[in-house]
């Protein structure tokens, strides 16, 4: 059974920094391309982040320069440094794998909350 | 930049048909998808490339493209499909992202 668990939320004053980990399970991790989605409380879902097998990045430019995606296979983890971190960034953080062959996502973690409030 | 528009709400009846719209430019070229989440629940993808449906998602959910609208359509709804749905798609022709949709509340009456 394909798993994703998300850790490492909780809350951050505005300027700092947090590390967010999802840890897989149930299929081989390596194989498949990971994304970060996250969703403002009453929002809509938007992207945060991706990393492809050969460990190339992609970032929107809302995050990019501030936040930094990163995979340990032999750990079968995602990662999301968030540095400089906004009152915006306040949002449930979901890991989500990527569809194999396809730009979506067939599976995702229950997410983890992360409060940027002084 | 790359967007997807939505309705913010649609209403239907049980046993009625429900159809949602998505509109984007780019859809013409890429593949749409779409996703059904329910509150305090993660996203779950009910179609993928336009009109495909994952195993164990029920026949009543399809997916039709015409041009740069594409549409999902829930047909016999019942009341566990409330729900926000957001449509998404990805775009690779230049740097790379992904767009989700605003989402539509479908409510049940």
């Known amino acids: 059974e394909v798993q994703l668990v998300e850790s490492g939320g909780g809350l951050v004053q505005p300027g700092g920094s947090l590390r967010l980990s999802c840890a897989a399970s149930g299929f081989t991790f390596s194989s498949y391309d990971m994304h970060w989605v996250r969703q403002a409380t009453g929002k809509g879902l938007e992207w945060v982040s991706a990393?492809?097998?050969?460990?190339?990045?992609y970032y929107p430019g809302s995050v990019k320069g501030r936040f930094t995606i990163s995979r340990e296979n032999a750990k079968n983890s995602l990662y999301l440094q968030m540095n400089s971190l906004r009152a915006g960034d306040t949002a449930v953080y979901y890991c989500?794998?990527?569809?194999?062959?396809?730009?979506?996502?067939?599976?995702w973690g229950q997410g983890t909350l992360v409060t940027v409030s002084s | 930049s790359y967007e997807l528009t939505q309705p913010p709400s649609v209403s239907v009846s049980p046993g009625q048909t429900a159809r949602i719209t998505c509109s984007g430019d780019a859809l013409p070229k890429q593949y749409a998808y779409w996703y059904q989440q329910k509150p305090g629940q993660a996203p779950v993808l009910v179609i993928y490339k336009d009109s495909e449906r994952p195993s164990g998602i029920p026949e009543r959910f399809s997916g039709s493209s015409s041009g740069t609208t594409v549409t999902l359509t829930i047909s016999g709804v019942q009341a566990e499909d409330e729900a926000d749905y957001y449509c998404q798609s990805a775009d690779s022709s230049g740097t790379y992202q992904v767009v989700f949709g605003g989402g539509t509340k479908l409510t049940v009456l």
């Open positions: 989500a794998r990527a569809r194999s062959g396809g730009s979506c996502y067939d599976y």
């Open positions: 990393i492809g097998t050969a460990g190339d990045t």
